[in-house]
T-cell receptor
Framework: SQTIHQWPATLVQPVGSPLSLECTVE??????LYWYRQAAGRGLQLLFY??????ISSEVPQNLSASRPQDRQFILSSKKLLLSDSGFYLC???????????FGPGTRLTVL | AQKVTQAQTEISVVEKEDVTLDCVYE???????LFWYKQPPSGELVFLIR??????QNEISGRYSWNFQKSTSSFNFTITASQVVDSAVYFC??????????FGTGTRLQVFP
C-alpha cells in the first residue's frame, strides 16, 4: 500500500531564515505530487504541483519554491521566510490527473 | 469559474443526532469530480469519497451518505447517528478534470456526548 511522509512535523523559524520541507511517497511510481498551505482557520490553497521529475507548476506567486529531484520526493523551499508563510503545509499525491489526492500528515510552520 | 461553497462554518450536535453538511459548487465543465475530506484535530486530511459528474447515484457507506444533485449543483454529506469521533472539519472539493483541486472553506462539526 502507498504511504506518504512529511517532515518535520512542526517547525519554528525566525523571519528571514531559509526553509526546507520534505515529502516522500512509498509504494507507487510516477505519482503526481502537490503542496498545499492551510492558513489558520482557512481552507487549503494549492501552491505547487508536479507531474514528473523536474516538472513543477506554480499556482501562487510567492517567495516559496518547489523541487522534485526524485520520482517520489517533493521539496518545498524558501530562501527567506516571511511572517505570512506561517501555516500548515500539506503534501499530497495522486495516481494521475483528476484522480483522488491522498494527503500526508502535514508540517506546522510558525514564523516568528 | 470554479468555486466550492460550504455555507455552514460550524455545526454543533449532540451524539446520535443526524447531521447534514452542505456543499454547493460552480463549474462550466461537463466533466468534473467532487470530493469530501475529513480533517480531524491531528490535521491530516482523510479522503472520504470521490464522485464524477456522470454518476448521480447516491452513495452510502456505513453511517455516511452523500447526495449528489446536478440540478442544484450540490453534493451534500450526511452523517447518521453522529458520534464524538466524527468531530472534525469537513471539506468539499471540486476538480475539473485537471490537477487543481478547489476546496471549500470547510465546515467544523462538533459532536457533544
Amino acid at each position: 500500500s502507498q504511504t506518504i511522509h512529511q517532515w518535520p512535523a512542526t517547525l519554528v523559524q525566525p523571519v528571514g531564515s531559509p526553509l526546507s520541507l520534505e515529502c516522500t511517497v512509498e509504494g507507487t511510481s510516477n505519482p503526481n505530487l502537490y503542496w498545499y498551505r492551510q492558513a489558520a482557520g482557512r481552507g487549503l490553497q494549492l501552491l505547487f504541483y508536479s507531474i514528473g521529475i523536474d516538472q513543477i507548476s506554480s499556482e501562487v506567486p510567492q517567495n516559496l519554491s518547489a523541487s522534485r529531484p526524485q520520482d517520489r520526493q517533493f521539496i518545498l523551499s524558501s530562501k527567506k521566510l516571511l511572517l505570512s508563510d506561517s501555516g500548515f503545509y500539506l503534501c499530497a499525491w495522486s495516481p494521475g490527473t483528476a484522480d483522488t489526492q491522498y494527503f500526508g500528515p502535514g508540517t506546522r510552520l510558525t514564523v516568528l | 469559474a470554479q468555486k466550492v461553497t460550504q455555507a455552514q462554518t460550524e455545526i454543533s450536535v449532540v451524539e446520535k443526532e443526524d447531521v447534514t453538511l452542505d456543499c454547493v459548487y460552480e463549474t462550466r465543465d461537463t466533466t468534473y469530480y467532487l470530493f469530501w475530506y475529513k480533517q480531524p484535530p491531528s490535521g491530516e486530511l482523510v479522503f472520504l469519497i470521490r464522485r464524477n459528474s456522470f454518476d448521480e447515484q447516491n452513495e452510502i457507506s456505513g453511517r455516511y451518505s452523500w447526495n449528489f444533485q446536478k440540478s442544484t449543483s450540490s453534493f451534500n454529506f450526511t452523517i447518521t447517528a453522529s458520534q464524538v469521533v466524527d468531530s472534525a472539519v469537513y471539506f468539499c472539493a471540486l476538480s475539473e478534470d485537471t490537477d487543481k483541486l478547489i476546496f471549500g472553506t470547510g465546515t467544523r462539526l462538533q459532536v457533544f456526548p
